[in-house]
T-cell receptor
C-alpha cells in the first residue's frame, strides 16, 4: 500500500509568493497532521484534522498560513505571502484512530523561501 | 507542561557496539512515551511506544526502551549497532491534554552515526 504522499518534495520560491503544499493520507485514515521541522525549533504540530474537520490549529504560526481538507484523501497547506523564515521541512502524517498519535509520516516537502 | 530532553545531539558508535540514546521527560500527567526514527530525506517512523503496563518495551529493528518513572527517563538501546541504524532519533511525550493525546512534544533529536 502507498504511504502518505506529499508534493512537491522540494520547493524554492521568492519571498511574497504563494506556496501550496499537498498531502494524500493513507486510505482509510481519519486523522491528518501537518508538522514543521526546523533546526531551531525542532518538530512543531501546525494543525490536526479529524474526519476532514480542523480540530486544533493552535500551532499555525499566523494568518499567512491556512490549511484545508476538502475530502478524506487530500489536504493542502498554504502560505501566502511567504517569508524567508517559513523555510523548513513540512511533514504530513496520518493515522486511523481519532485522537491518536501520528503513525505514518510522508517524506516531507523541503521549502526554501529566498 | 510537557518537555523532552535528549542528551547529546550527536552520538557515534562502532558497528556491533551498544547503542544508548538518552531521553528524559517532564510531564504533568502520566505520560505516554515514544521513540521515532528519521532516515535522511524521509519522514518519521514510529520505533516503539510505552503506554501502560510493562516498562520495558520492544520495538522494530531490535531496539528497546525502558520507562523509569523515578528517573523520568525513557532511554533507547540496541545491543549491537548496524550500519543501517544511522539516522536521527526523536523521543516524544504525549500531552498535555492527557496520555494518549494526539499532541506530541518532541525532543530536538539525536543523530546516530555508526562507524564501520
Amino acid at each position: 500500500d502507498a504511504g502518505v504522499i506529499q508534493s512537491p518534495r522540494h520547493e524554492v520560491t521568492e519571498m511574497g509568493q504563494e506556496v501550496t503544499l499537498r498531502c494524500k493520507p493513507i486510505s482509510g485514515h481519519n486523522s491528518l497532521f501537518w508538522y514543521r521541522q526546523t533546526m531551531m525549533r525542532g518538530l512543531e504540530l501546525l494543525i490536526y484534522f479529524n474526519n476532514n474537520v480542523p480540530i486544533d490549529d493552535s500551532g499555525m504560526p499566523e494568518d499567512r498560513f491556512s490549511a484545508k481538507m476538502p475530502n478524506a484523501s487530500f489536504s493542502t497547506l498554504k502560505i501566502q505571502p511567504s517569508e524567508p523564515r517559513d523555510s523548513a521541512v513540512y511533514f504530513c502524517a496520518s493515522s486511523f484512530e481519532t485522537g491518536s498519535l501520528p503513525q505514518h509520516f510522508g517524506d516531507g516537502t523541503r521549502l526554501s523561501i529566498l | 507542561a510537557q518537555s523532552v530532553t535528549q542528551l547529546g545531539s550527536h552520538v557515534s558508535v562502532s558497528e556491533g557496539a551498544l547503542v544508548l540514546l538518552r531521553c528524559n521527560y517532564s510531564s504533568s500527567v502520566p505520560p505516554y512515551l515514544f521513540w521515532y526514527v528519521q532516515y535522511p530525506n524521509q519522514g518519521l517512523q514510529l520505533l516503539l511506544k510505552y503506554t501502560t503496563g510493562a516498562t520495558l518495551v520492544k520495538g522494530i529493528n531490535g531496539f528497546e526502551a525502558e520507562f523509569k518513572k523515578s528517573e523520568t527517563s525513557f532511554h533507547l538501546t540496541k545491543p549491537s549497532a548496524h550500519m543501517s541504524d544511522a539516522a536521527e532519533y526523536f523521543c516524544a511525550v504525549s500531552g498535555p491534554s492527557g496520555a494518549g493525546s494526539y499532541q506530541l512534544t518532541f525532543g530536538k533529536g539525536t543523530k546516530l552515526s555508526v562507524i564501520p
